[in-house]
């Protein structure tokens, strides 16, 4: 190991960040994460678990409101093939 890089601690190994897509739904961000407004503001989620609007109707964007259910709001998850 080069003498700039430190080695990885096992708890910094641990804390990952995840984004996962739902079917016709949000995506979920799990992890250490910093949201910020497009001017650069962070923004507090207040959870270390958040869904993140894809629909782009949700009325607490960038955050998932649960309107993209009444809005029939259609796109893939994750799973598909390529």
Known sequence: MSPDRKAETP????????????????????????LRTHSGE??????????????????????CDGTHKSAKFHASGGDRER
Request: with cysteine.
């Open 11 to 34: 708890a910094a190994a641990e804390v990952r960040t995840t984004i996962t897509s739902y079917e016709d739904g949000p995506l979920l961000v799990r992890g250490d994460f910093e």
């Open 42 to 63: 962070v923004i507090n989620p207040g959870r270390a678990t958040v869904a993140l609007c894809r629909c782009g109707l949700s009325l607490i964007k960038p955050l």
